[in-house]
């Protein structure tokens, strides 16, 4: 009796040993079986520890509407009545406030400029009105009791009041602003300094300019195209423009930018058709700069389009980055097609549904090429 329990025990025990080796050999080769696929040579591995730490960042690929994009040169002008020229009221030498440069923010009414001409041969202008004003003055109030009594005819009477009119007027042009060390030369506008014409001790002429000064609120885009474009003008609705100075791209929609006008015939380069386009700007844009311009027209419907930072480069070809799952990476080859400033159309290589690493593609490139990403393995 002893004997069959003893047999039994062990039986029993025996079979638990070996479901719970089998069990644990199912595991093994369930995991084995889950990892053995082959790789690529254009598959990338990478944990997600460093892809966290190198920002990498994927998102799944949807159709949307792509405008069609002309890629151009352009301007940025100042619009009409927003500039002003400060000219010398006065002939003298010129003396500039110590710290106004180009760019610097001005009042209306402030001072930007001084004139003398206390050591000049005709004298000080104002000084030279003063006298001639209070002489026509007194000759004026002399004579006007004489008309009455017809001393003094209508004719004499006349002129001698032209000549006193005269003296006032020129006499209150050159008074306004005169102070002791010269005649003051005010902003007429608030604004910025454009540009200042004239350096300190230059001599100036009346009516020469001294310097420009502009609002800055409304600008003009001046972009021109190929003539070979004329007939897709028509259908231009907005721009992009990025600067040289600022790697930032401007959207005209975001500036409250409206379509002015379009050449219907080539400018004097003899072969560009301008457009010019009108926005608001909002304090970092410089007139009178040269921009790259996006002009957009019509939407294609379900295009792909991806940003910059998802587009890598070698020997001439333009690859993307597919997340095949978790931490594995595929690198396919795309065909670009027309870029909008912010992104580019991608012509093939991606498909809707894919999953493509939308920032960081640079540096996944990069750790793939100098092996500083380690193998896959599996230790069990």
């Given at each position: 009796m002893n004997k069959i329990l003893y047999f039994a025990l062990c039986s029993a025990f025996l079979l638990g040993a070996c479901k719970a080796n089998t069990s644990e050999n199912h595991d093994h080769a369930e995991e084995a079986h889950a990892h053995d696929h082959e790789h690529g040579e254009n598959v990338v591995e990478l944990s997600k520890e460093k892809a966290k730490a190198a920002g990498?960042?994927?998102?799944?690929?949807?159709?949307?509407?792509?405008?069609?994009?002309?890629?151009?040169?352009?301007?940025?002008?100042?619009?009409?009545?927003?500039?002003?020229?400060?000219?010398?009221?006065?002939?003298?030498?010129v003396s500039l406030p110590h710290k106004l440069v180009e760019g610097l923010a001005i009042q209306n009414g402030q001072r930007v400029a001084s004139l003398s001409s206390r050591n000049i041969q005709d004298g000080d202008p104002a000084q030279r009105a003063?006298?001639?004003?209070?002489?026509?003055?007194?000759?004026?109030?002399?004579?006007?009791?004489?008309?009455?009594?017809?001393?003094?005819?209508?004719?004499?009477?006349?002129?001698?009041?032209?000549?006193?009119?005269?003296?006032?007027?020129?006499?209150?042009?050159?008074?306004?602003?005169?102070?002791?060390?010269?005649?003051?030369?005010?902003?007429?506008?608030?604004?910025?300094?454009?540009?200042?014409?004239?350096?300190?001790?230059?001599?100036?002429?009346?009516?020469?300019?001294?310097?420009?000064?502009?609002?800055?609120?409304?600008?003009?885009?001046?972009?021109?195209?190929?003539?070979?474009?004329?007939?897709?003008?028509?259908?231009?609705?907005?721009?992009?423009?990025?600067?040289?100075?600022?790697?930032?791209?401007?959207?005209?929609?975001?500036?409250?930018?409206?379509?002015?006008s379009f050449?219907?015939?080539?400018?004097?380069?003899?072969?560009l058709l301008?457009?010019?386009?009108?926005?608001?700007?909002?304090?970092?844009?410089?007139?009178?700069?040269?921009?790259?311009?996006?002009?957009?027209?019509?939407?294609?419907?379900?295009?792909?389009?991806?940003?910059?930072?998802?587009?890598?480069?070698?020997q001439g070809l333009y690859f993307a980055y597919k997340q095949l799952c978790e931490e594995e990476y595929e690198k396919v080859e795309i065909k670009l097609g027309v870029d909008n400033g912010e992104k580019v159309e991608i012509l093939s290589g991606i498909k809707e549904g894919d999953r493509i690493v939308q920032k960081g593609a640079q540096q996944i490139k990069l750790a793939s090429a100098t092996s500083s990403i380690p193998a896959h393995t599996h230790e069990h």
């Open positions: 990498v960042l994927s998102d799944i690929i949807k159709v949307e509407p792509f405008q069609n994009v002309i890629k151009t040169g352009g301007k940025i002008l100042a619009a009409q009545g927003d500039e002003s020229v400060v000219v010398a009221t006065i002939p003298g030498i003063r006298i001639n004003f209070e002489i026509a003055k007194q000759e004026y109030e002399r004579v006007l009791p004489l008309v009455d009594s017809k001393i003094i005819t209508q004719k004499d009477f006349a002129k001698i009041k032209q000549e006193y009119e005269n003296a006032r007027i020129s006499y209150e042009a050159n008074a306004k602003g005169h102070t002791a060390n010269g005649q003051d030369i005010k902003s007429p506008l608030a604004g910025y300094v454009k540009s200042i014409y004239v350096k300190e001790g230059d001599y100036v002429n009346v009516g020469q300019p001294l310097m420009s000064i502009t609002k800055n609120k409304r600008l003009y885009l001046r972009a021109e195209v190929s003539e070979r474009y004329y007939t897709q003008l028509k259908d231009i609705t907005s721009a992009h423009f990025k600067s040289s100075y600022y790697d930032q791209v401007y959207k005209l929609d975001d500036l409250q930018g409206e379509v002015l050449g219907k015939n080539p400018s004097e380069n003899g072969y301008p457009i010019t386009f009108a926005f608001n700007n909002i304090g970092d844009i410089v007139p009178d700069s040269f921009v790259e311009v996006y002009l957009l027209s019509k939407n294609k419907e379900d295009a792909i389009a991806l940003p910059y930072s998802a587009i890598t480069e070698e």
